[in-house]
């Protein structure tokens, strides 16, 4: 799923690509991909796009006169800039049906969120201005490379939740942007266990959560716009991740070998050596199936 380092790339460049950009056609062909009714989504047409912006992984367009497109993407959706109209020839084949939301620009170009698979869960959210901050965005935790983030702020956070580092930094509800793979990232540079408890951190070790968290996402960034230049982002550039879906290869650090924690449908990459002490943690998956 694309997390924080991969959408801020994404708001950039599409703000570059898009910004004073008029929409000139809007065709909806992935229905539950709409969230919203009122205002309708036809007001897009006429509407210019002002800013791209990233909250937490949700993408903002400002539009003139008066409002917001919020999208996620989900694990699947990604943003095209195709160089034909949404109407007139019809994408064809696959790539065609994997259209949600295609938004014809004043200069020709499809503004397309195609989606991958089967599951179809990449949302998007009409507002009038002022009004965004009641959907989806409400409830959103910090922005982790905002100044309001410091580390007392962190020592907070992981005071009032009680739960596995893991699941603080991906939960959305204290910190924003970061998934399953920077996740693992941040508690690897960070030398803390994904499986240890918000409560039992010490000052030590809230610091040095902290330090990892804007080191990993800011090199996360970095990382993006060397590899992907202009352009906008399809996948995750997988060798800027140390450990996630690393596993086996010996640890960059100390090099023991990468484990794993299947969960769910979400695995979690860590050092034993590094990270907990040399305990390696069962796999979950296996041990429930044998319960
Ligand atoms: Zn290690």
Known sequence: MPELPFLTVLSENLKRQVQG???REVVVRGVSAL???DP???RLR???ITDVRRRGKYLLFDLLPDLVLVMHLMRN???QLAAEPAAGRRPSGRAGRD??????LDDGRTLRLIEMGTKKRAAVWLFRRGEESGGPLAGLGSEPLSDAFTPAALAEMLRAGRMRLKQFLTTQRYVVGIGNAYADE???EARLSPQAMTTTLGPAEVDRLHAAIRATLARGIDGHRQVLGDALPMK???HLLSVHRHGKEPCPRCGAPIAVIFYEDRETYYCPACQSGGRVYADRRRSRLLR
């Open 21 to 23: 950009r008029e929409i």
């Open 35 to 37: 969230k919203t009714f």
């Open 40 to 42: 309708p989504i036809d």
């Open 46 to 48: 006429g509407a210019r």
């Open 77 to 79: 959706g990604r943003l």
């Open 99 to 104: 259209v949600a939301l295609a938004l014809t």
């Open 186 to 188: 941040i508690l690897w």
């Open 236 to 238: 995750e550039p997988l």
